[in-house]
């Protein structure tokens, strides 16, 4: 635990100092923004000296992550001479000799600036030996799977989480666990096509193999057309002897494109394998039995994964908020609300199923202030919108609750099967 104490200032890193206001010094600041590493390399003039140490270090992370070390390297010996104390630098340097086995520099680097920096110690030495290379790319991903534990995700800095991973890949080609991460941290930033190259770099014989054949199926589930996405999902599955996972991830995609009557089979497949995730299975299925309108299965499904998984924040939400747009067991639906609520307390659909539950209950003080804080924190939801509406109008504050039913509109979908009835409430009070 001590050593992965210091890890969380990693992410940390100075503003960017604009030096200059030429178009290609502008196309390579947003190209770095936009996670184009190539391109934010390409007019890269390792001569000039116009570039702030933050504007350095953003070269070097770049070309770190299109993994040209030798490059990366001779960068930060430029900001090594402007900058003593940058540990990325350091870092940098101190894997390039490494991985160019030359040991003897290492050492006499390691006297010359007598590192006292936790990170590179971490990183490079044990006891002040030098670590093997395969434990040392694995010191690099343990960086990156520490900030993932412990930060918000919309809070991580994903220049530095690839900084790392390609840096662990560097320093051990055979360390796919590093190739993994590293694809992933791709596709969670949306550069699906590149993230798809290098989960294909993964063999068959890869102990991680399956894990990238099963986030291969999740990308084209997300972000190719229908049939195409159907076509590679079903092909990976074929090709992997029908794997658990793989099947999900089809079930999935069919749940995702509403065809409920596709995905319903598919998960009592799973449910006959019992698996682990057993009480998620019953969850999904039930959510496709609720939206194809069999509420007594999905409420069926929805009891049996809380009897499995009793303190799951979502089912607990999701039936709850059932029972409450249909005025049934509402104090049971509250306890149970309160509980996903104290679980997860952050999730804004949880938030405004425990206000609409209040509503129910007529306690509209409570209902309205928990429903505020839903819109402050997902301001064009649509339901909720429609929802804060509804309490302001039972509050008498009829002014307020046309404002609200307005934005529902204006940001409803047809999804949200809203529209026709927050129009009638607007056309109702019209007529009055």
């Not at 010359?112 to 790319?137: A, P, R, T």
């Not at 969670?188 to 798809?196: D, L, S």
Request: negative net charge; hydrophobic residues 40%; charged residues 25%.
């Amino acid at each position: 635990m001590k050593k992965l104490i210091f890890i969380s200032i990693i992410i940390i890193f100075t503003k960017q100092i604009y030096a200059l206001t030429s178009s290609s010094y502008l196309i390579s600041q947003l190209a770095f923004k936009n996670y184009d590493y190539s391109t934010s390399l390409s007019d890269f003039d390792l001569s000039e000296n116009f570039y702030s140490n933050a504007e350095l270090l953003d070269k070097i992370i770049a070309a770190v992550i299109m993994e040209d070390l030798s490059q990366a390297n001779e960068i930060a010996n430029k900001l090594i001479a402007k900058d003593k104390e940058n540990q990325e630098a350091y870092i940098v340097k101190l894997a390039y000799l490494y991985v160019n086995n030359d040991i003897k520099k290492i050492k006499k680097l390691y006297e010359e600036i007598q590192i006292k920096n936790d990170l590179i110690n971490f990183i490079f030495f044990n006891n002040n030996e030098l670590k093997d290379k395969s434990i040392i790319s694995k010191s690099l991903i343990d960086i990156v799977t520490s900030s993932f534990s412990n930060s918000d995700q919309y809070k991580l800095n994903y220049n530095f989480l690839l900084f790392y991973s390609s840096l662990a890949k560097i320093m051990d080609k055979n360390n796919d666990r590093a190739t993994l991460i590293k694809a992933e941290l791709y596709q969670n930033i949306e550069q699906f096509t590149i993230a798809r190259s290098i989960f294909e770099i993964i063999k068959p014989s890869s102990p991680f193999y399956l894990d990238a054949q099963r986030s291969l199926a999740i990308s084209y589930l997300y972000n190719l057309p229908y049939d195409e996405a159907l076509e590679e999902i079903l092909k990976i599955i074929k090709n992997n002897n029908n794997n658990y996972l793989l099947k999900k991830v089809l079930a999935d995609f069919y749940r995702v494109k509403k065809n409920y009557e596709l995905a319903i089979p598919i998960y009592s497949e799973l449910i006959k394998e019992s698996q682990d995730d057993l009480w998620n299975i019953y969850y999904m299925r039930g959510i496709c039995y609720e939206r194809s309108d069999s509420w007594d299965k999905a409420e069926k499904d929805f009891l049996t994964s809380l009897d499995i998984k009793p303190d799951s924040p979502n089912v607990l939400n999701y039936l709850a908020y059932g029972w409450v747009e249909r005025e049934i067991r509402l104090d049971q639906s509250l306890e149970m609300l309160k509980a996903a609520y104290n679980a997860n307390p952050d999730s804004f659909y949880i938030i405004d199923s425990l206000a609409w539950a209040y509503f129910k209950k007529n306690d509209l003080e409570q209902a309205a202030r928990l429903m505020e804080k839903v819109i402050d924190l997902a301001p064009g939801e649509a339901i909720s919108l429609d929802h804060l509406g509804d309490i302001y109008y039972a509050m008498n504050r009829k002014r307020e609750a046309i404002h609200f039913w307005q934005q529902a509109l204006e940001f409803a979908e047809p999804e949200d099967e809203i529209i026709e009835d927050v129009q009638s409430k607007l056309d109702n009070i019209n007529a009055g």
